[in-house]
């Protein structure tokens, strides 16, 4: 990225964080920016002013915004702020993102946007703004006091700008947590000056200083540049015990006492607003005061506290703010609360927040338009400022059951928006309430839903279906099925035991008596994978002809076809529900489904499309802050890379995700390490080590186990138990097995339990049995078709049966070459070449060419979308998009779309074969 032009001089001390940003704002630079972080007044803001001056004189387009204390509950507040000078732009954007940005923004009515899907919007307006000529530098200050909901966009914008002409420079005071430190921006940490750059600055700010004073400053300021500023402007030098920023807001508190009093009122007004506003200051200061107050800020100006410009009051620095605001009397600032509350007319949330910063003790009145504007907040997406809203409106309740409800509301959303700490609190502010059994169970409940349930006591889960019947008995039974589908997540990642499968199951027989309800069906998957097998089986064929578009139901679906063994149809479920989340930006609930399909798709062998699916499971999973999706997206990766033959890259990531899955308790992730771990073993001829890790997963003493998936690895164990000589262990196995199928036509379980007949089969019956299995349908699971090719080949050459044994095995190498299982692959040439038949060496394909990012472009541009709509679909801009296309080209030797298409085609029609 070239952005040209120079970069300024003439800051005390700071050479080195000055070369770090022009070499940010005046070179090339694949970073996304920086992010700078000190103690208030250690010289951020001055280091921002020279990369801003430094970037108009080269051309770009500098976009800023500031946070402001008294706006951190107004969402979207700062990327109003931000996005306003390029506001023109905003009706050429694709549908939904235009609609959820005008939503965000306030500018229309509509549903509740995603923050992804609004960050996505702000991407790619600002892309459409970077043009060559002119690339953008976005500068967000004191990202610390911005409202949350703008502080997730600039973090999602942050880390997809590497390959745009967009960089993000962003300030944050020390010690202070936010979104943005894990958004991909270098840090730049300032620290204070050294001693002799501080006597310099000091000497040349004040030259007249008397030594001892000088002394005494140079102490206290410990080498802040804004204290060598200020503290000599005070009589005396502020108490040494206070912390730096104290001592500061008592230096300029000093400098407003000797103010007239109109000019004390206007700035506080100002300090306290939530707008930087001249005309709001001066109006609600004549309210105060009772006088004209049109001149009330020129002493403040010429002062040096402030600065008016275009309307607006600006503060020398945020530190003058707060301090104004803390050195007033509490009367004084209920009454610039109240005086801007009744300026504020036509700003309802506003006007609800001085109303209720000015009140004492309770008021119901505050507290229900505080409600109000929590739900306005919710359905322009801003979850944080819903909660603050709620929780403000539950303290100034005049009864206790309305305090309970808001807190709890609060708490839910909380939950939603996945601030733990926020939830935590909030649900044990109700619990110190007298609450109806339902409250306190549902407050009891809530903080489970962060992660299912997986760190929970496990003994608790069958208090979910009591709760889930006592929530219907109220008449809610929506949020009853809500919470019952919670108890069955929880039977995925943890194992309850029988018992509470058996209660649970009860419950969802009451609460949902349809049996082609999905909820019925998804729940019964979960709870009773193959004694509900069956019933689960024909509501999900009959569902996946029905059309069903709602892409929760999808969802739930895809995530009960994987518990039955239906890996096909889970594949297809997951792969229908993603559209509709990535349509409505829910980058929340996106990794699941992708994770549920890239699962499917691997154990059917279907590679090409797993790869890009699972990375981008485990990129979102990360994102969004979900340990559990994120371990089961990587064990997913380390399973791909086993069955390709990359088995440091498979030890690596299962390694990886056993520590994700050990530290959650989560059971699907350790049995996908453990499956992973046996396939390595299993090719490179480690047959006791493979036996030996396939078994865990069958062993309920073992955090491995899972109830479910035990059940679909018998093909790779007994494989491992043939070769390890273990087979009447694994008869043993199969004796347990069998009688599940009896009651689950399970394609998985039957397809395992067919193969491994067929390998522990005597020599007599082998032949029949592979037979069978090869008649039978394996229409979606190519994988399973060349494993029993190989099988059938191999058993083929030891019966001296050499020639018949060619077709089998030749079948299973083109099969396995195509799927790009390597592994495999190279076993079947081993066979053919002790069968006495060459093999050709398998060509490198884009499977292997391409990382999985590439891939997932590749694939969307082979089927004909647009840079465009590739961008809308992976929370790109088109110009990202773009940058990869012209890296994928030379990578797979073609020079068009057309010619991409050709090639993926030609791979695909290789792996149906």
């Known amino acids: 990225m070239a952005f040209g032009g120079t970069f300024g001089r003439g800051l005390f001390g700071r050479d080195a964080e000055v070369k770090a940003l022009a070499e940010l704002v005046d070179g090339p630079s694949d970073r996304a920016g920086v992010l700078i972080t000190g103690e208030p007044g250690v010289g951020k803001s001055a280091l921002v002013a020279q990369a801003v001056g430094a970037a108009s004189v080269a051309g770009l387009r500098v976009l800023t915004v500031t946070g402001v204390e008294a706006e951190q509950n107004f969402p979207y507040a700062g990327l109003h702020q931000l996005l306003y000078p390029v506001r023109s732009g905003v009706d050429a954007l694709p549908g939904p993102q235009r609609d959820a940005l005008k939503v965000a923004l306030g500018q229309a009515d509509g549903e509740q946007p995603g923050v992804y899907l609004v960050g996505l919007a702000a991407l790619t307006l600002l892309a459409d703004h970077a043009v060559d000529e002119r690339p953008v530098l976005v500068v967000a200050e004191d990202v610390h006091w911005l409202d949350r909901a703008s502080v997730d966009v600039l973090a999602f914008v942050a880390r997809r700008v590497e390959a745009e002409p967009v960089v993000v420079i962003a300030t944050l005071r020390a010690r ?283 003994t608790r889960v069958p208090e979910l279906g009591d709760l889930a019947e006592s929530v219907a008995a109220d008449g809610h039974a929506d949020a009853a099925v809500r919470i019952l589908w919670g108890a069955a997540m929880r039977c995925f990642w943890v194992e309850p035991g029988p018992a509470a499968r058996r209660a649970l199951l009860t419950v969802a027989d009451r609460l949902l008596p349809a049996e082609d309800d999905p909820r019925k069906v998804a729940v019964a998957a979960y709870l009773a994978p193959f004694e509900r097998g069956t019933v689960v089986l024909d509501g999900l064929r009959k569902l996946a002809g029905s059309g069903e578009s709602d892409p929760e139901v999808n969802r739930y679906l895809g995530s009960a076809a994987l518990q039955v063994g239906a890996f096909d149809l889970a594949a297809r479920f997951s792969a229908a529900a993603v559209p509709g989340f990535r349509a409505q930006g829910r980058l929340g609930v996106l990794p699941r489904a992708l994770a549920v399909q890239a699962w499917s798709r691997t154990r059917c062998g279907d590679l090409v499309t797993a790869v890009p699916v699972a990375a981008e499971a485990a990129q979102l999973a990360k994102e969004t802050g979900q340990p559990f999706m994120y371990g089961l997206a990587k064990a997913v990766q380390a399973e791909i890379a086993a069955l390709r033959g990359d088995h440091d890259q498979a030890k690596d990531l299962a390694d990886e995700a056993e520590r994700v899955g050990l530290a959650a308790g989560a059971r699907p992730v350790l049995a996908t390490v453990q499956l992973t771990r046996g396939i390595a073993a299993l090719s490179e001829g480690r047959f006791d080590d493979a036996y030996a890790d396939l078994s865990r997963i069958l062993d309920p003493a073992d955090p491995a186990y899972q109830l479910a998936l035990r059940a679909y690895c018998l093909a790779e164990l007994t494989e491992a138990a043939v070769r390890a000589g273990r087979t009447d262990d694994m008869r043993g196995v199969l004796r347990e097995m069998e009688p599940l199928a009896v009651v689950t036509p399970s394609p998985a379980l039957r397809i395992g339990l067919r193969y491994a007949r067929a390998l522990l089969a005597s020599s007599d019956d082998a032949e029949e049995l592979f037979t069978q299995a090869l008649r039978a349908d394996l229409v979606g699971w190519p994988a399973e078709r060349g494993r029993v090719h190989l099988a059938f080949g191999e058993w083929l050459r030891r019966q001296r049966r050499v020639a018949e044994s060619r077709t089998h095995l030749r079948t299973a190498r083109e099969t396995f070459d195509a799927l790009g299982m390597t592994a495999w692959g190279e076993r079947a040439r081993n066979e053919l070449r002790s069968a006495g038949e060459s093999s050709p060496n398998r060509d490198p394909d884009a499977h292997d060419k391409l990382t999985p990012h590439e891939l997932n472009i590749a694939q969307l541009a082979a089927e004909g979308l647009t840079n465009r709509e590739i961008g809308q679909r992976l929370y790109l801009s088109h110009r990202t998009v773009g940058t990869h296309l012209h890296r994928i080209f030379p990578k797979l030797g073609v020079s068009s779309r057309a010619d991409l298409a050709r090639t993926l085609r030609a791979h695909g029609d290789e792996s149906a074969r």
């Open 176 to 458: 202070e947590r936010s979104p943005i430190q894990g958004a991909g921006l270098s840090t730049l940490d300032v620290g204070g000056l050294p001693d002799d750059v501080a006597a310099q600055l000091l000497d040349a700010a004040e030259p007249c200083l008397t030594p001892a004073v000088r002394a005494r400053v140079l102490k206290y300021a410990a080498g802040n540049p804004l204290a060598l500023e200020e503290l000599p402007s005070s009589v005396d030098v502020p108490d040494p015990l206070l912390p730096l920023s104290e001592r500061l807001e008592h230096a300029f508190s000093a400098r407003v006492d000797g103010l007239p009093v109109a000019t004390r009122t206007a700035l506080l007004v100002a300090a306290l607003n939530q707008s930087d506003s001249v005309a709001e200051a001066l109006a609600a200061t004549r309210l105060i005061a009772g006088v004209r107050a049109e001149d009330a800020l020129h002493p403040a100006v010429d002062a040096g506290l402030i600065e008016i410009a275009s309307g607006a009051v600006v503060f020398r620095h945020p530190l003058m703010r707060s301090a104004v605001a803390a050195a007033a009397e509490p009367t004084d600032r209920r009454r610039a609360h109240l005086a801007l509350a009744e300026i504020l007319t036509g700003q309802p949330d506003r006007r609800a927040w001085n109303q209720a910063s000015a009140v004492v003790g309770i008021d119901e009145t505050v507290s229900e338009q505080l409600d109000q504007a929590a739900e306005r907040a919710r359905r322009r997406g801003g979850v944080v400022a819903a909660i603050a809203a709620l929780g403000q409106a539950a303290r100034l309740s005049e009864r206790q059951d309305r305090r309970a409800t808001r807190l709890i509301r609060a708490a839910e959303l909380a939950v939603e928006a996945g601030r733990r700490d926020l939830a935590e609190r909030l649900v044990h502010e109700a619990q110190a309430l007298d609450l109806t059994p339902r409250q306190r169970a549902t407050a009891a409940w809530l903080l489970s839903g962060f992660d299912d349930g997986v760190r929970e006591d496990v």
